[in-house]
């Protein structure tokens, strides 16, 4: 089944204790992003990459690392997690037919609470 | 002048009603739409997507229009089903920005049996 998998799916952690999320597709697909929901907010774009090493920041990235080193994965770095960061965390992917864009494949979510 | 909808945060309908709900998109360079689906619990599903060099498309029981001189997106949803209970989102991207992608604040589309 073609997906983007998202773990942990839910996370209760600390003030500035590192940890990641992971975020793997199965369907070859060349970009990939990230996005927090916030109530009251939509979706906001942290990173994305449009290709293996290839990572640029989106409107919300501060606080947060990412790297692209194989194709099927986009983890993504928190460093030093602050409450600020406490929101609901999506993965994205979806193919590139040369320059036009194509409809994204949502993980799940990830629930991330910082006390 | 032309007529434009409003965004409305909430939306709700009868069983068996057209829906229609409205996104305002701000990057004039913008040039390529989607409408997403969010139910409870889950990701964004793609419903429909339109590009710059359209101002219709449809789909099962869905319609896209882009007026871009207002720049204005409205998804229409024939036959409101209870399934179609959810948040919907527009979201734009620009060719010359491929990787930048931006969500509208969304509506929760409420169907009354």
């Known amino acids: 089944e073609a997906q983007v998998t998202q773990n942990p799916r839910y996370l209760i952690t600390v003030t500035g204790k590192k940890l990641t999320v992971t975020c793997s597709q199965n369907m070859n697909h060349e970009y990939m992003s990230w996005y927090r929901q916030d109530p009251g907010l939509g979706l906001r774009q942290i990173y994305y990459?449009?290709?293996?090493?290839?990572?640029d920041k989106g409107d919300v990235p501060e606080g947060y690392k990412v790297s692209r080193k194989e194709k099927r994965n986009f983890p993504l770095i928190l460093e030093s997690p602050s409450p600020n960061q406490t929101s609901l965390y999506f993965c994205?992917?979806?193919?590139?037919?040369?320059?036009?864009?194509?409809?994204?494949?949502f993980g799940d979510g990830t629930r991330l609470s910082i006390l | 002048g032309e007529s434009v909808g409003l965004h409305l945060p909430t939306l709700s309908v009868q069983e068996g009603d057209n829906s229609i709900i409205n996104c305002a998109y701000s990057?004039?360079?913008?040039?390529?739409f989607i409408w997403y689906k969010q139910e409870s619990g889950k990701g964004p599903q793609f419903i429909i997507d339109?590009?710059?060099?359209?101002d219709k498309r449809q789909g099962q029981r869905v319609t896209v229009l882009l007026n871009k001189t207002v720049k204005h997106l409205s998804l229409q949803i024939a036959a409101t089903q209870p399934g179609d209970s959810a948040v919907y989102f527009c979201a734009e991207n620009a060719n010359t920005n491929a990787g930048k992608s931006t969500f509208g604040d969304g509506t929760t589309l409420t169907v009354k049996p």
């Open positions: 990057n004039s360079a913008s040039d390529y």
């Open positions: 994205a992917s979806s193919p590139k037919v040369g320059i036009l864009n194509q409809p994204q494949h």
């Open positions: 990459s449009m290709n293996v090493e290839v990572t």
């Open positions: 339109i590009r710059s060099n359209m």
